[in-house]
Structure formats: structure tokens, C-alpha cells
T-cell receptor, first 113, second 115 residues
Framework: KNQVEQSPQSLIILEGKNCTLQ??????????LRWYKQDTGRGPVSLTI?????NTKSNGRYTATLDADTKQSSLHITASQLSDSASYIC????????????FGQGTELSVKP | NAGVTQTPKFRVLKTGQSMTLLCAQD?????MYWYRQDPGMGLRLIHY???????AKGEVPDGYNVSRLKKQNFLLGLESAAPSQTSVYFC??????????????FGPGTRLTVL
């Protein structure tokens, strides 16, 4: 069964600190993996998208990595800001699913001053 | 561009009532989707459409119907609402161009409570 698991479920860090969120997936055949940021009361917004051949991609202070062999991805946030408080969702697309997405349950990040 | 918009933002229904959620996009996207988001779970696909006049079932279609009469609009209907349909509903759209990425753009969501 195609699944996406994220850890931790929730995380609290102090402003200015770095953090790393994890994503493991069992989706096959793999097409691409993306990270979304979802602010409270808003829809998800794409941060990064990576295909099989890409192992790292950055978007400002956000850096995503992908290890297609171990089927793991991470999202690293550098020098966190209060505005980084949100849910971060790992999403995987399978090649044989017509572009349908399999969503993780998300990691709830809270950045405290 | 407004992107993807959803109407209404909030709604409270009684069991058995019906309602329609409206999604509109101004990006000329071919694909449109309806998801529901429940606490502790990932977004789940209810129905989707690959073009005007076409719809297909997703992962959790029971109790919902959809229509795509115009390319820019995708309607989600609940004929007889049940408490299990209390959720936050998100609409999304994507372009057929660059289909391998299938970048989906999400609306702000509709929070529905069924009493």
C-alpha cells in the first residue's frame, strides 16, 4: 500500500534555531516528492518538488533532500522565524496513479520567541 | 489573479441537509480536485476532474457528488449530510502542462460542521 509517514508529529523550537523534519514513503513507482507548508486556516502551499534524479533542492531557508534508495526525505529549516510556524506536509506522487498525490499527515512546527 | 477560491469559508449543517461547495480557479487549469482534511490524517482525495464535463472518483467518494460544467468551476455536493462529513474541504487545480510535476494549487478551504 502506498503510504507516506512523517516524523515528528509536532515540534517546538526557539526562534533562530534550525530544525529537520523527516518523511518516509513506500510509494511505488515513484514519480516525485514535494513539501508543502500549510499555515493555520489556509490551504497548502508548495515549497519544493523533487524528482527521482534530484537529491537536494532549496527554497530560501528551506532545503529538502531526497534519498530514493532508502525512500526518505527531509526538510531542513535554517534560522527559523515565527512565520515558519505551520504544518509541513510531505507528498509523494506515483507514476502509475495519473498524477494523484499521497499525503503525509504533516508535522506541526511551532516557533517560539 | 485570485488563484483558487472557495465558497463558503464556513458552514454548519444539520444531519440530512444538503449543500454545495463551489471552487473557482482563474489559471485556466485543466485538472481540478476536491480533498478533505481531518485531524491526524493526510489530505484525502474525494473526486477529481481532468477537464470540463468529466469527473472521477478518488479515495473517499461516498456521500459526495461533483460537477464540472465550466472549466473554471468545480462543485462538490453533499446530498444528505452526515456528522462523519464534518471536515475541512480543500479544492485544488493543476495544469496538464508539465504533467510529470502536476503542481497543485490549493484554495483556502471550507470548514464544514455537521450536527
Amino acid at each position: 500500500k502506498n503510504q507516506v509517514e512523517q516524523s515528528p508529529q509536532s515540534l517546538i523550537i526557539l526562534e533562530g534555531k534550525n530544525c529537520t523534519l523527516q518523511c518516509n514513503y513506500t510509494v511505488s513507482p515513484f514519480s516525485n516528492l514535494r513539501w508543502y507548508k500549510q499555515d493555520t486556516g489556509r490551504g497548502p502551499v508548495s515549497l519544493t518538488i523533487m524528482t527521482f534524479s534530484e537529491n537536494t533542492k532549496s527554497n530560501g531557508r528551506y532545503t529538502a533532500t531526497l534519498d530514493a534508495d532508502t525512500k526518505q526525505s527531509s526538510l531542513h529549516i535554517t534560522a527559523s522565524q515565527l512565520s515558519d510556524s505551520a504544518s509541513y506536509i510531505c507528498v509523494v506522487s506515483a507514476n502509475n496513479q495519473g498524477g494523484k498525490l499521497i499525503f503525509g499527515q504533516g508535522t506541526e512546527l511551532s516557533v517560539k520567541p | 489573479n485570485a488563484g483558487v477560491t472557495q465558497t463558503p469559508k464556513f458552514r454548519v449543517l444539520k444531519t440530512g441537509q444538503s449543500m454545495t461547495l463551489l471552487c473557482a480557479q482563474d489559471m485556466n487549469h485543466e485538472y481540478m480536485y476536491w480533498y478533505r482534511q481531518d485531524p491526524g490524517m493526510g489530505l484525502r482525495l474525494i473526486h477529481y476532474s481532468v477537464g470540463e464535463g468529466t469527473t472521477a472518483k478518488g479515495e473517499v467518494p461516498d456521500g459526495y457528488n461533483v460537477s464540472r460544467l465550466k472549466k473554471q468551476n468545480f462543485l462538490l455536493g453533499l446530498e444528505s449530510a452526515a456528522p462523519s462529513q464534518t471536515s475541512v474541504y480543500f479544492c485544488a487545480s493543476s495544469s496538464i502542462r508539465g504533467q510529470s510535476y502536476n503542481e497543485q494549487f490549493f484554495g483556502p478551504g471550507t470548514r464544514l460542521t455537521v450536527l
